[in-house]
Structures are given as structure tokens and as C-alpha cells.
């Protein structure tokens, strides 16, 4: 199954590229990097000045998908283990 905007929360992260839009932490607003890890509360961003966590409930994000198209994700939908979100069931966000 190939990523699209509509299965985006309910897809694999690791891998793509991601840009902070908004977070109540103001200095992570505008990091961009590539996903490198995921747990259940954070997202692990390699940047050009290393590896940044970043908590996913308190964040915006834009995913970059594969085809080149840009996705704006609320953090607080993504705040899962990717294996519980796999199963989850997403009303349209």
C-alpha cells in the first residue's frame, strides 16, 4: 500500500521528511529533517545540526510524501505506536 494523504497517519514515518509547522515549544517551529525514529510520544528528527526529538502531541507537522507532495498532520493524531496506529480507524481529519 503506497502512501497518500488520506493513509498518512496510519503509514510508516521513518523515512520521510518532515518540517515542524507549529509547537508550544517555539524554537522547534521551522525544524526540518528526516524521520529516523518514532516511539509512541516522540518523533526523532535528523537534522543538519543532529538528531532533535520532538514530542508529537505539542507539534504540527508537514510531511513530505514520496510523489513530492506536502502534508499537514496534527501531531495529536500521529501520538500512537506506529503499530497501534496501523489499526486505528481515522475519520477524516
Known amino acids: 500500500m503506497s502512501i497518500t494523504p488520506k493513509n498518512i ?3 510508516e514515518l521513518i523515512g520521510l521528511n518532515v518540517e515542524v509547522k507549529d509547537s508550544k515549544n517555539k524554537t522547534q517551529i521551522g525544524l526540518k529533517g528526516m524521520v529516523v ?3 509512541k510520544n516522540m518523533l526523532w528528527i535528523e537534522t543538519e545540526k543532529g538528531i532533535k526529538k520532538v514530542l508529537k502531541k505539542d507539534c504540527k507537522f508537514i510531511f513530505t510524501l ?3 507532495e506536502k502534508v499537514l498532520v496534527d501531531g495529536k493524531l500521529i501520538a500512537k505506536r506506529p503499530e497501534e496506529r496501523i489499526k486505528m480507524k481515522v475519520r477524516r481529519w
Open 9 to 11: 497517519v496510519r503509514h
Open 37 to 39: 525514529n518514532e516511539t
Open 66 to 68: 514520496p510523489s513530492g
